[in-house]
C-alpha cells in the first residue's frame, strides 16, 4: 500500500481540529531518500551524545561513556570511518564470493546406533520388532572387527572376500567399452538375471582389477588393447548364423555412441572442444522455449539463458540439466533424464538423431569449424580430405569413398558459388566466427562436407 497521500504535513496537531497539548517539539527532518541502518543509528546516537554532554561528567555511567565514545568515533574520526568503509567494502565482497560458491554438506555419523523397525502394516508410526544392522546371510559376513557403520559397510563391500563388488564394476565397464556386459542384466546379478557369457573371464577381469588396486585407468587401457576389443567390426554370414548378437565376441563391437560421446567428438574432431577440468555447470546451444514450457511461474529455472564463449563448448558432462526438460540433443540420443538411476541405456535409431547431427547449431558450427582447420592445414583438395578424414576417423579416405568425397565437394561448391545468401548463411551458424580471409562460397562447401562426413556410421558408432 502506498504511503502517497496529497493532504498537508502537519506537526503538532492530529486534525485541524484536534490539537495536542503540553507538547514540545525539539527536532523535525524530512529526507528525500531511505536511510540505511547506519545513518539513523548514527542521527540518535548524536542526539544521546549531545543529551550526555550536557549532563555533565558527574553523573555519567560507563554505558554513558562507551556511548559518547562510539558516537564520537563514527561522527568525528575520520580515520575511523574511513577504516569502516573498507571493512564493509570487503565484507560486500566476502558475501558476493560465497553467493558464488557452492555449499558442501558434510554426513556425520550418529553417536548412537541407527535402528531400523518392523512396521506395522507398513505404518510408520506404529514400530515393532528392531531390525540391527546386518549384511545378507547369503554373502560372507562383515568382519566382527569392522564397525557397523558406512565405513564399516564400504570396508566390507570391497573385501577380499566379497564376491559382487569387483564383478559388478567390471562387468559395467566392459558395458561401456563392448556395448553389452558380460551379465547382459548389468543391474541384475540375481537369480532373475542373465548368467555371464564368459563366467571365467569375468572371474578373471574382477580378480585382476581387485589386486591392480582398483585402477580404473589401467583397467581400461587393458580391456582398449586387447584382442577381443580389436577385432574388425566387419561380420559374415558364418558369424551371423553362429553368434547373431556377438555374446562370443566373434568380431569386435559397433554400436551407437551415447548421447555426450556423440557431441563431444564432434567439438573433439572440429577442435572446438574446452578441455578444463572442472568449473560450474554450463549451458550450451539449445532450442528456445524448452525451459519455458515447463517451467513454474518464480522458478529460477523459468527462462534458458545460453551461455557463451567456453561455456559453449565445454564437455557435456558440465551441461546444467533440468530433470523436467532435459538438454533436447542429449533426450534424442537416448540420454536418461536423470529422474532414476539408470544402469544400462536404451538405444534407439530415430530420424531426429540424424536431424540433430545434420542441423543442430553445435554440430553445424562444429563441422564449419572442422572446414576452417582442414583449408589450413594443406594446400590441394586431396590432401585437405585426408586431413579430414584422419581427424573423424581415424584413417585415410580409401580411393572408392575419395571419388564420392570429391563429387559431393564439387557439388556443394557449384551450388554455394551461385548462392551466396546461403552461404554466407550457413558459414554464420555459432558464435565463433569464421575468418573473414576465406572465401565464403569454398568455406561453406567444405563446411557441408564435414557435415557429410560427421554423420556417417563409422564416426557416430563405435
Known amino acids: 500500500e502506498s504511503i502517497r497521500f496529497d493532504g498537508p504535513l502537519t506537526i503538532g496537531q492530529r486534525s485541524a481540529g484536534n490539537r495536542l497539548d503540553d507538547l514540545l517539539i525539539q527536532d523535525v527532518r524530512v529526507y528525500d531518500r531511505a536511510l540505511p541502518p547506519r545513518e539513523v543509528a548514527a542521527i540518535r546516537a548524536t542526539d544521546q551524545a549531545a543529551y550526555q554532554v550536557l549532563r555533565g561528567t558527574k553523573h555519567r555511567t560507563a554505558d554513558d561513556v562507551n556511548r559518547l565514545f562510539d558516537w564520537w568515533l563514527e561522527a568525528l574520526d575520520n580515520e575511523y570511518r574511513t577504516a569502516t568503509a573498507a571493512l564493509d567494502k570487503l565484507k560486500a565482497e566476502e558475501a558476493a564470493i560465497k553467493t558464488r560458491g557452492s555449499i558442501a554438506h558434510v554426513m556425520n555419523e550418529r553417536a548412537e546406533e541407527a535402528m531400523a523397525y518392523v512396521l506395522f502394516r507398513g505404518e510408520y508410526d506404529k514400530r515393532r520388532d528392531e531390525v540391527p544392522a546386518e549384511t545378507p546371510e547369503m554373502l560372507p559376513p562383515m568382519d566382527d572387527d569392522l564397525p557397523r557403520n558406512r565405513l564399516g ?7 577380499r572376500e566379497h564376491p559382487l563388488t569387483a564383478r559388478v564394476t567390471v562387468n559395467r565397464f566392459w558395458q561401456e567399452v ?10 541384475d546379478f540375481g537369480l532373475t538375471g542373465e548368467p555371464p557369457s564368459h563366467p571365467e573371464l569375468l572371474d578373471w577381469l574382477a580378480v585382476d582389477f581387485r589386486e591392480s588396486g582398483w585402477d580404473v585407468k589401467r583397467f581400461f587401457k587393458q580391456l582398449v588393447m586387447s584382442s577381443a576389443y580389436r577385432q574388425a567390426a ?13 555374446r562370443f565376441l566373434s568380431r569386435g563391437p559397433r554400436f551407437r555412441m551415447d548421447a555426450e560421446m556423440v557431441r563431444d567428438y564432434a567439438l573433439a574432431a572440429s577442435g572446438l572442444l574446452v578441455e578444463k577440468l572442472g568449473g560450474p555447470s554450463v549451458k550450451p546451444y539449445q532450442p528456445d522455449g524448452v525451459w519455458e514450457a515447463v517451467a513454474m511461474t518464480g ?3 523459468r527462462f534458458y539463458q545460453r551461455d557463451t564463449g567456453e561455456g559453449l563448448y565445454r564437455r557435456s558432462l558440465y ?8 538438454p533436447a540433443s542429449m533426450d534424442i540420443f537416448n540420454a536418461p533424464a536423470r529422474e532414476v538411476c539408470t544402469v544400462r541405456r536404451e538405444r534407439t535409431n530415430t530420424p531426429l538423431q540424424a536431424l540433430v547431427t545434420m542441423n543442430d547449431e553445435q554440430f553445424v558450427e562444429a563441422a ?10 594443406a ?13 573423424l576417423l581415424a584413417r585415410p579416405l580409401s580411393p572408392q569413398e575419395t571419388l564420392v568425397a570429391q563429387a559431393a565437394l564439387l557439388d556443394f561448391s557449384s551450388y554455394y558459388q551461385s548462392h551466396a545468401a546461403e552461404a554466407q548463411k550457413l ?17 561453406a562447401a567444405w563446411t557441408m562436407l564435414a557435415n557429410t562426413l560427421m554423420n556417417m556410421d563409422e564416426v557416430l558408432n563405435k
Do not use: C
Open 178 to 187: 563392448f556395448g553389452t556386459g558380460l551379465v547382459r542384466t548389468s543391474g
Open 379 to 391: 594446400p590441394t583438395a586431396e590432401q585437405r580430405l585426408t586431413s579430414m578424414a584422419r581427424r
Open 234 to 246: 566387419i561380420t559374415t554370414p558364418a558369424k551371423l548364423e553362429k553368434d547373431p548378437q556377438n
Open 153 to 159: 559397510f564400504a570396508q566390507w563391500l570391497v573385501s
Open 368 to 377: 564449419r569449424h572442422l572446414a576452417e582447420t582442414t583449408l589450413a592445414a
Open 319 to 326: 551441461t546444467f540439466w533440468k530433470r523436467a526438460a532435459p
Open 299 to 301: 522458478s529460477n529455472t
Open 427 to 443: 558459414v554464420g551458424y555459432g558464435e565463433s566466427k569464421a575468418p573473414e580471409s576465406l572465401n565464403t562460397a569454398e568455406l
